[in-house]
């Protein structure tokens, strides 16, 4: 056996053969009653710690979330903001290239359209054609907005412009190249009279 378990019965041994000396005051009345009360308010007690303790960890976790939240709100308004000044301002040289171009590609159009002697192949052709250079416009277009002060992009733009209208330009001479050709084979109906 272990040496506390030999003094433990020890002292069992001598509480039971003494028991007369320990049981001889008694409590007071009531004193039962008394230490109840005492240790069911202590219960209490800690019952309100922990709720007011929850509570307490609880205001503060939202205050800190609420915070948390208002500051992410008003940086992301900020990045936002100067984000969206960065982009807002246009670049008056692409503006103005692009009205001029546009006004030029939109009268080539016009020209081709007005101008019957394109086969359905030939405007499947052109359209497919332009759809792709558009589509690189645009691709480009995003570019910019991604890198507003990039000079190469802008300068990329507007090559795609007179690409476009180069493109353009050359279909309508050769329309009319072959118009000009067809009027001269044509016969002429006038009649000479004597």
């Known amino acids: 056996m272990s040496i506390k378990v030999i003094i433990m019965d020890e002292l069992r041994d001598f509480i039971q053969q003494n028991k007369g000396l320990f049981d001889d005051k008694q409590p007071i009345r009531g004193h039962e009653q008394r230490f109840l009360q005492k240790l069911e308010q202590q219960n209490n007690k800690r019952d309100l710690f922990t709720v007011k303790s929850f509570l307490k960890v609880a205001v503060v976790s939202l205050l800190f979330i609420l915070s948390g939240l208002y500051v992410k709100d008003k940086l992301f308004t900020a990045m936002y903001n ?8 246009e670049n008056e040289e692409l503006k103005e290239a692009e009205q001029y171009y546009q006004a030029q590609i939109n009268t080539q159009i016009t020209m081709i359209s007005n101008n019957n002697r394109l086969s359905e ?9 332009m759809k ?3 589509n690189l416009t645009k691709q480009l277009q995003k570019d910019l907005k991604a890198m507003p ?5 802008i300068q990329a733009i507007i090559q795609h412009y007179k690409i476009k209208l180069q493109v353009l330009n050359r ?20 009649k000479i009279s004597l």
């Open 82 to 89: 100067t984000t969206a000044e960065m982009i807002v301002p």
């Open 171 to 190: 279909i309508v001479n050769d329309l009319n190249k072959i118009n000009n050709v067809k009027q001269l084979s044509e016969p002429n109906n006038e």
């Open 149 to 153: 002060n990039d000079p190469r992009i």
């Open 132 to 134: 792709t250079i558009d």
């Open 121 to 129: 192949e030939q405007q499947q052709m052109l359209e497919n054609e």
